[in-house]
């Protein structure tokens, strides 16, 4: 099984600080997502990358920005956290390979609060 | 805006078959549907995913009509541990459209004894 690894399950920051989070699979899968997920809101997508040092603007990029070198590694920063990014984060992975696709393998997630 | 439309909450016993729906008025022709269960804590997790008829592996059924601008999700002889979300997700990432990838509110299921 595909295992994603998120690196903290819970992180407490203050308001303008710079924040990494990171996100790292073990199956070389091409495709690599951040989303966050906030109560009434569901599941929204922020960035994500289908291939090295590539990126994409999901939904809602604004006040992040991702960094990814090496294929099994995709970061998420928060130039200068605020308040109304505290939310949970989930990095999610898939696979381009073969006609079907077999959907999202989802890491634990991050609860990040900003204070 | 939301691509897809599924109830918010639904209650059940266990024991009794759930049906979800989720409505996709907009799918396209290249687009998979994928249904996603999650637990409070927890990132979501595949539970089927289908392009058209009826699929069905161990965890469930997903019914898809001729025109796929709905699907159901099927889950038989539910049990408390079944209580969760449910998100139906319509499309392809393959296609790096960010309107594809878009994860609607969820239906919560909550089984009762």
């Known amino acids: 099984d595909v295992k994603v690894t998120q690196s903290s399950r819970y992180l407490v920051k203050r308001t303008g600080e710079k924040v990494f989070l990171e996100c790292v699979q073990d199956m070389d899968h091409e495709n690599m997502f951040w989303y966050r997920q906030d109560p009434g809101l569901g599941l929204r997508l922020i960035y994500f990358s289908y291939d090295v040092k590539m990126k994409e603007k999901g939904d809602i990029p604004e006040g992040y920005s991702v960094s990814r070198e090496k294929k099994e590694r995709f970061s998420l920063i928060l130039e200068s956290a605020s308040t109304n990014q505290t939310s949970m984060y989930l990095c999610a992975t898939d696979t381009d390979r073969g006609f079907v696709n077999y959907g999202y393998t989802f890491g634990s997630g991050t609860r990040l609060t900003v204070v | 805006l939301a691509k897809t439309t599924q109830p918010i909450s639904m209650d059940s016993y266990e024991g009794q078959e759930v049906n979800i729906t989720c409505s996709h008025n907009n799918i396209a022709t290249n687009d998979y549907i994928t249904w996603y269960q999650q637990f409070p804590s927890q990132g979501p997790r595949f539970i089927i995913q289908?392009?058209?008829t009826k699929v069905t592996n161990e965890v469930a059924s997903l019914f898809i009509p001729a025109d796929r601008k709905s699907s159901t999700l099927s889950l038989p002889r539910v049990s408390l541990s079944d209580t969760a979300v449910y998100y139906c997700?319509?499309?392809?990432?393959?296609?790096?459209?960010?309107?594809?990838?878009?994860f609607g509110t969820g239906t919560r299921l909550q089984v009762f004894p």
């Open positions: 997700l319509v499309g392809d990432s393959r296609s790096y459209n960010t309107d594809k990838l878009i």
């Open positions: 289908g392009y058209k």
